[in-house]
């Protein structure tokens, strides 16, 4: 038998109380309505088997996810029922799986919707496209034979650009939304994503769809009091050295010290979701104490100045800010990317 690998030199904590926090303040923002959990991209990149059973057991009933290759990751536990593929049936063989299996598509197209009846599907899900244009029936298409066809379960959209400051794209969604509502059978509504929360409870219908909330992000500064951070990163350094006035640090000797100073190698690089983006003003931190980044972020590996921690030293542990929304400030990477770009090494 193989000998089991040694400890890493990352760590990624989920906090696992703040997720389900999360999730229950957004099920009381969500007002009369019930909040379902995006748990697509391996629940943002923080995992479906350490997330859904929290989100799951803290009250979410309808489950989010694009590919169909994702359900089975997500039925190990919840029921399939329960479980929603939002890019619908493409082909035929989605069609027998979805049959197969028990999770409901999201109907996108006429061509879904007549793929989906001929392959024998029953209850499904329908998207409506309200203005954001990628997918979704046109409401043009509402009347459709095909469309009049399907058993809904619950109709829904998506709002494009809810965490703008002015709300009059979103207004305009949720006026096209209601003309569209009673064209349709259906059994329940769904509009509002994370942000769509914060717009006001005529944006909620039956049953909202959070997910960059659940995980930490603050779509809208509303939200901010109701949002815990839920990712929690650390790596390790690797090496200490002591650089002299023009040593030059990483590729391209984008940084040249001005002194000498101590520097630490530390074992986190754009492999592991840390985009170069993040290099420029950004630091790592321990104990509070703030350690500026220096020079490029390497595949597996940044530098950062240690003069204001001296005693620090290989294998000690350092913290990654993954406040969402500073993070995003500071990098101008989107909330969503800092999370999803997270890489395998930090996930296993």
């Known amino acids: 038998m193989r000998p089991e690998p040694p400890p890493p030199t990352l760590r990624l904590t989920i906090d696992t109380d703040a997720l389900a926090d999360n999730w229950r303040a957004l099920d009381a923002m969500s007002g009369a309505a019930d909040a379902g959990a995006a748990v697509k991209a391996d629940c943002y990149g923080l995992g479906v088997d350490t997330c859904l059973p929290v989100l799951r057991d803290a009250g979410a009933k309808a489950f989010f996810v694009a590919h169909w290759s994702e359900v089975a990751d997500v039925v190990r536990h919840v029921a399939p029922e329960q479980v929603a593929v939002l890019h619908?049936?493409?082909?035929?063989?989605?069609?027998?799986?979805?049959?197969?299996?028990?999770?409901?598509?999201?109907?996108?197209?006429?061509?879904?919707?007549?793929?989906?009846?001929?392959?024998?599907?029953?209850?499904?899900?329908?998207?409506?496209?309200?203005?954001?244009?990628?997918?979704?029936?046109?409401?043009?298409?509402?009347?459709?034979?095909?469309?009049?066809?399907?058993?809904?379960?619950?109709?829904?959209?998506?709002?494009?650009?809810?965490?703008?400051?002015?709300?009059?794209?979103?207004?305009?969604?949720?006026?096209?939304?209601?003309d569209a509502i009673p064209q349709v059978r259906h059994r329940a509504v769904s509009f509002a994503n994370s942000a769509g929360l914060a717009l006001g409870p005529e944006y909620s219908f039956d049953l909202t769809r959070p997910g960059l909330a659940l995980y930490g992000g603050v779509a809208r500064p509303e939200m901010a009091p109701h949002v815990r951070q839920v990712a929690f990163v650390e790596a390790a350094i690797l090496q200490v050295r002591t650089l002299q006035a023009g040593d030059a640090v990483g590729y391209n000797g984008a940084f040249v010290a001005d002194r000498t100073m101590p520097v630490a190698t530390v074992s986190l690089g754009y492999a592991d979701g840390f985009l170069r983006s993040r290099g420029p003003g950004g630091a790592l931190f321990h104990d509070n104490v703030r350690l500026r980044l220096l020079g490029k972020v390497s595949m597996d590996m940044v530098v950062v100045d240690l003069s204001d921690a001296p005693d620090l030293a290989e294998g000690d542990w350092l913290q990654v800010p993954y406040s969402l929304p500073d993070a995003a400030q500071q990098s101008s990477l989107s909330q969503y990317e800092l999370l999803t770009a997270l890489g395998r090494r930090l996930r296993s």
Not at 119 to 137: A, E, K, P, Q, Y
């Open 88 to 178: 619908g049936p493409m082909r035929n063989e989605d069609v027998a799986y979805a049959c197969s299996i028990g999770a409901l598509p999201v109907i996108n197209s006429l061509e879904q919707a007549r793929r989906w009846k001929a392959g024998g599907g029953g209850r499904c899900h329908l998207m409506v496209d309200t203005g954001i244009n990628r997918l979704g029936v046109s409401l043009s298409q509402l009347g459709d034979p095909a469309i009049a066809a399907l058993e809904v379960d619950v109709l829904m959209s998506h709002l494009s650009a809810a965490e703008d400051v002015d709300k009059t794209v979103s207004a305009r969604q949720l006026a096209r939304f209601r």
